[in-house]
């Protein structure tokens, strides 16, 4: 148990750290979000992820109905929460949605690392490192979800920035069915690399790109405030 809650919260709050220490004191002298906000919707990211991996836990997501149905609704979940009222039109809810996200991401990844060594009489060297791979895979797919679906709400974009964490989740869900429908090493471990390279991929482009471009709207928000 300690093992998968390092696997699975033990990236995420690298994660956070990682990208929002240029966004925070002491790297800036104003923060761009409430540390209060961002820790409890960590929090509630977590407890979202807790009941969505239980609830999975029911169903096969090797077959391919189930792994696009889950897809759509984690990612409806944090559409719903990140447009409340409170965090609608307000540019630090991109910050809050990746915190959201990456909660989610930790315990799901938790669950699935547990889930995997419990069944497993003893790991070898390539399970082990799948289990690894698996767990900072979901950590990096709901983190780069959760930015894009605040973004989405901080800037009145909601279904273009919905549209683009599920079609990331879908395809996410699909290249790692193929291990549970195909049974070749080969083509296993080739969907599993692909997976790992596009959630990557976004999670860079949310940290390099869509948060700094956030904080130039938020910039220039104040620069007009002031004017």
């Not at 750290?17 to 002298?29: H, I």
């Not at 989610?104 to 070898?124: P, R």
């Not at 800037?155 to 869900?173: D, K, P, S, T």
């Not at 940290?207 to 910039?219: C, I, N, Q, T, Y």
């Amino acid at each position: 148990m300690m093992l998968a809650a390092a696997l699975g919260i033990g990236p995420a709050l690298a994660l956070l750290f990682w990208t929002l220490q240029d966004y925070t004191y002491p790297r800036v002298e104003r923060p761009f979000f409430d540390d209060r906000k961002l820790f409890l919707m960590l929090a509630v990211g977590m407890v979202i992820g807790v009941i969505v991996y239980v609830l999975q836990s029911y169903f096969d997501l090797g077959y391919l109905l189930f792994a696009l149905l889950f897809a759509v609704v984690e990612e409806l979940l944090k559409l719903v929460i990140l447009n409340f009222p409170r965090f609608a039109r307000r540019l630090d809810t991109s910050f809050y949605g990746l915190s959201m996200g990456l909660g989610i991401g930790s315990t799901m990844a938790f669950g699935a690392v547990l889930s995997t060594i419990q069944q497993s009489d003893g790991l070898g060297a390539m399970a082990w490192v799948m289990v690894v791979i698996l767990g900072v895979q979901l950590v990096l797919l709901h983190g780069s979800c959760g930015a894009l679906v605040g973004t989405g709400s901080a800037r009145g974009e909601v279904w273009g920035y919905f549209a683009q964490a599920g079609l990331l989740h879908i395809g996410f869900n699909l290249l790692m069915a193929v291990p549970l429908n195909v049974d070749s090493d080969l083509a296993a471990w080739t969907s599993v690399v692909l997976a790992t390279l596009l959630v990557l991929y976004y999670y860079i482009q949310v940290h390099r790109h869509l948060l700094p471009s956030v904080v130039k709207d938020a910039l220039k928000a104040m620069g007009k405030t002031k004017a």
